[in-house]
């Protein structure tokens, strides 16, 4: 399941730098999650990176995005044969 940024985003900017998918750019209004690049860090960490040094905790799942973790690691395999 991917992740998204809710209203409450203050645009702080501190998440967009940690995530190791550039899933996070700067939105119209706030922060936003490309959830074909969001694997909740599955394969480059144990925890969303973006959670964690969320100062506002406003990023939760996004249930519009359902996936298995065998989903969000074959994601990232994806994303890492397109990087390499
Ligand atoms: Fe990026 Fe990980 Fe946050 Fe998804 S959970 S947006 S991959 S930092
Ligand atoms: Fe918004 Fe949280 Fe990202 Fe800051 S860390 S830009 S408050 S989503």
Redesign the pocket.
């Known amino acids: 399941m991917a992740l998204k ?1 809710t209203d409450e ?8 730098p940690v995530c190791p998918n550039h899933a ?1 750019s700067q939105g119209i209004e ?2 936003e999650i490309e959830p074909q690049l969001c694997t909740e860090c599955v394969g480059h960490f144990d925890q969303p990176q ?1 959670r964690t ?4 905790d ?2 939760p799942l996004d249930p519009a995005h359902v996936e298995t973790p065998e989903q969000l690691m074959e994601k990232y395999q994806r994303l890492v044969a397109v990087e390499s």
């Open positions: 940024i985003c203050i645009n702080c900017d501190v998440c967009e996070i706030f922060y973006c040094v969320c100062p506002v406003c990023i």
